[in-house]
């Protein structure tokens, strides 16, 4: 087991990758009173084409089938898994987002007996025709109610007029069409592909002894049988780098309409810049579109947003893509207002009294998401899951300079890769 101490941060993480290619990373914090537990798999709602286990041939799998095996493991065959984290005093949930799926638990005791309930069910899948056909019924519900839900169909809708063929632009749920083509066998194929060991992470951040708790990860482990697989092979269709549409909008039973701006880069490459530039996208946005940013103020003086207005950015190891927007009473106005700024950032230049302030705000936003046991074990899975430390992510930011952001800001848009998307009110009859 490896042991590295960050000493800035006065913080150890363990870590080891056992025989069957499971990593584990243990960071522990005796002063804390909850422990978080997080199992990962480097298979989310883009991974629809590939080869599966111990075949030859790619295929494609239907839309939302890793959210609709995520929905699964927690069912067995005479029990929910729920229970078992219910009658601990633990909590249990999982998610699935474009690149992972994961499952987890927070718990202020038996962290032992949690660990291992988690490591288990996870790794024993149970899918039959009645409970896969009764599951289609929930999620369809599921994807109903986002259907209904405006916030819901502008981020999706947006991330639509970006995309041409990626699979981002898909909803992670799928549709109520797509989920009825799911089988038992789909979901074992999906399942037997991505859920190797080799192809996850556990992690586990708060109070335990990091030696028991390697310990009994390494033995759950050694009992199970896993046969050796290759790489995955996963395939992506190519994209372009324009955008898909301009513009583009839908009516739905609002009172006030949504207007998203989409900013879309170029396939992301991993490379050593790669968490600086997602810090520089996370800053410069702030920088510009919080509350207390350069360009808020006269956007609210002009009645071009409320509460509801926000952005953010998604950088992942094949795609990367930022939004700006909320409510608006002038969605066109609105738009061209923000396209105009983005144009501007060509030739803007930060001062050296700007560029302290926006360094020190990240800073302190980095250090209180050090604090909490869910946030590091997220990131340190994430960053972990792309090649990188998350433990290097505050030296990046120290070493980032002035003249670093400036060039980054002053290419980063450009002006064929912004997209419009809007959610206006139905037409009343």
Known sequence: MAKKHYEQLKETVYSETLPNGLRVLLMPKPEMTQTFGIFTTDYGSIDQSFVPINEKDLITVPDGIAHFLEHKLFEKEDHDVFQFFTQRGASANAYTSFTKTAYLFTATSDIAENATTLLDFVQDPYFSDASVEKEKGIIAQEIQMYDDQPDWRAFFGVIDALYHHHPVQIDIAGTVESIQAISKEDLY???????????????????????????????????????????IKRDLPVEPTTVNKKNASIEMPVSISKCMIGIKEEQVKITDTFMAEELMADMLLDYFYSKSGEYYQELYDGDLIDAKFGFESHRQKNFAFSIIGGNTNKPDVFAEKIKQQLASWKTYQLTDEAFLRMKKKKIGEVLREMNSMSDVANQLTHYEMIGFDFFDLLPTLEKLTKDQVNQFLNHWIIEENIAVFQVNPSEQK
């Not at 002894?209 to 050796?228: G, T």
Request: aromatic residues 14%; negative net charge; charged residues 25%.
């Open 189 to 231: 194929t999906c399942y037997h592909t991505f859920y190797h060991p080799s192809n996850m992470i556990f992690t586990l951040t708060g109070n335990f002894d990091p030696d028991e708790m390697m310990e009994l990860i390494r033995k759950n482990q050694a009992e199970k049988n896993f046969e050796k697989v290759e790489t």
